[in-house]
């Protein structure tokens, strides 16, 4: 669905879909689209801000953020340069944040280059891309998207596979590898024996260096902003309060963007930690002690968060993938090592590429290792299934949500379950007990009264009289023959 903004500087000329001539910047970096275009060539996609634009002979000035659609030369374009170039204004789909689309009929034409951080982080990215070409496809493509968020490189056949087990957070940078980054620079600096409040400012430094590399993806800036809450609260000697945390962060990033909140994986990203945040903890408590503490929380984590995003997966695609659990599982471990590693062989690899090549082997094998599991379960007989489409659907996910819950808790809990089904057990006995104590007593109340009943209604017979008496209670006295 398209939406064209009824205000700003290109408001009118959307309206025209007409031919314009535009001054921009670049902010973004350059991603391939997910159609080619019509001549069959290759097309990229890049976020540029509007400096200048002539339509008709008419030039307008004013800011207004564009998305660039176009063919050969835009995928050289880096952030901060100034490009000339022309196309044709449309509308941008709903939940889009730019003001319109530029569907660019020709390359960009270079009028000056601003210092720009995001060309500086672009210039990492393929420092690193080239570090890794020596690597299997799976693991060059994987890896450059789980450290740098560059999916370029990414086979077609591993994102669907990747996609089939549930397991596309994997393939970009998200919530938990800022996490990652985060936790490991206040390790690094605790083991330091550092301050902690120096120890934080490392920690933020290193966790808004590695936002601006990546792009401030709205999963990525969600957990940036997250992360330097919790920071801030950490520091003050708060702790224990990740909901807290959370909220805040969906607050101050909905209030600076509110179209994140149209944004599908801004949304999924919040339930996913939320169900963490939630449930986690105690479906680890659940696990027996003997169990390894990793080993729960590798459980407890993807199964948490499946729980609150899968009613709002189905929603997006009415399937039911049943591996999806296990894989995560399964590839959770090697998500660390493939973050932590490889954010460190990127510097290296602009700076001594001799010396990136260890981290990279080493980051690049569980990469290809999480590439395995996904081929593998994506290849099992049964991989995806269908689902119902609408409300219905969503009700039935909530409602199997549920069920998962009640059932892991009745598995890994048998002594409470036990418990509280004798309780109930014995609940409904006396109730029964109850229940069948006030029927009899009714019953015999009736019995007596119907049998006084029957009694008054019989003949009477003769007998023998004694003088003086009386022949039942309150009767009247009889006489003497």
Known sequence: MAVQQDTGPLAQVVADHSGVVMEIRITGSPAPATTPG????????????????????TVTRGAADV?????????????????????TLREVRDGQAQAALLSASSGPVVLASQPDVR????????????????????????????????????????????????????????????????????????????????????????????????????SVMRAAVMGAVGLAALVGGLRGRSLTFLCVAAA?????????????GFLLSVLATL??????????SWIPSRVPRWVAAGVAVPFSAQLLCGPVIVALQPQFTPFALIANVVAGPLVAPVTIVGTIAVPLAALAPGLAVVPVAVAGGCAAAVAAVA?????????????????????AMVLCSGVSVTLLWMVLKPEPVLARTMTLHAGVVRFLERVSERRHGRL???KESSGRKH???????????????????GAMPTRPP
Do not use: Y
């Open 444 to 446: 015999d109340i009736c």
């Open 275 to 284: 169900g963490i945040v939630l449930l986690a903890s105690r479906v680890a």
């Open 38 to 57: 019509q001549s069959g060539g290759n097309r990229w996609t890049v976020t540029a801000e509007l400096l200048a634009v002539t339509a008709d002979g």
């Open 375 to 395: 081929r593998f379960f994506a290849a099992l007989p049964g991989a995806t299934m269908p689902w119902a489409e609408g409300p219905s659907g969503v009700a």
């Open 455 to 473: 009694q008054w209604l019989l003949p009477r017979t003769p007998g023998p009289r004694t003088p003086g008496r009386t022949t039942s209670a």
């Open 252 to 264: 101050i990033l909905l209030l600076l963007d509110p179209t994140m909140a149209a944004n599908v």
């Open 119 to 218: 060309q500086s982080a672009s210039e990492l990215k393929h420092s690193f891309s080239a570090a890794t070409r020596w690597l299997p496809p799976d693991a060059a493509g994987l890896l450059q998207g789980m450290v740098t968020g560059d999916t370029s490189a990414l086979p077609e056949s591993l994102k669907t596979d990747m996609k089939t087990t549930g397991m596309t957070h994997l393939t970009a940078v998200s919530g938990a590898n800022c996490s990652l980054v985060l936790g490991g620079f206040i390790l690094l600096a605790r083991s330091l024996r550092l301050s902690r409040p120096l120890a934080a400012i490392i920690a933020a430094g290193g966790l808004m260096g590695f936002v601006a590399m990546v792009g401030p993806d709205p």
């Open 67 to 87: 998305l660039i659609a176009g063919g050969d030369g835009w995928e050289k374009a880096q952030a901060g340069q100034v490009v000339r170039t022309t196309g």
